[in-house]
Nanobody, 129 residues
Framework: QVQLVESGGGSVQAGGSLRLSCAAS???????????MGWFRQAPGKEREGVAAIYTGGTYYADSVKGRFTISQDNAKNTVYLQMNRLKPEDTAMYYC?????????????????????WGQGTQVTVSS
């Protein structure tokens, strides 16, 4: 079983920044560098949506966050990050880290949420105007 532990959420004013972290448990043997990792978010009353993903050096960003968010990974720490700059009130949501299973592949131009088998517990991001 792969455990993903998110951290870094919080409350910030519009225009501010936050960095989310997602650490994959070493005990599971899961390696973020070999597998597609993604960040998703879900606001109250809305469906969960993909925000960003990273796989073998390639990245994906939702149109709503392009130019403001950056996904990266630290292979030594087996951790994926989401740097969020110029935050807007509409970015307010629960943010989830997710990882694929099996071959580790995901279709980066448009990652499918169903490809992600492992999920973190979520971390809340609240942006006030």
């Amino acid at each position: 079983q792969v455990q993903l532990v998110e951290s870094g959420g919080g409350s910030v004013q519009a225009g501010g920044s936050l960095r989310l972290s997602c650490a994959a448990s070493a005990a599971s043997g899961y390696t973020v560098s070999r597998n597609c990792m993604g960040w998703f978010r879900q606001a109250p009353g809305k469906e969960r949506e993909g925000v960003a993903a990273i796989y073998t050096g390639g990245t994906y960003y939702a149109d709503s966050v392009k130019g403001r968010f950056t996904i990266s990974q630290d292979n030594a720490k087996n951790t994926v990050y989401l740097q969020m700059n110029r935050l807007k009130p509409e970015d307010t949501a629960m943010y989830y880290c997710a990882a694929v299973s099996g071959s580790g592949y995901c279709y980066l131009p448009s990652p499918y949420i169903d490809d992600f088998a492992y999920w973190g517990q979520g971390t809340q991001v609240t942006v006030s105007s």
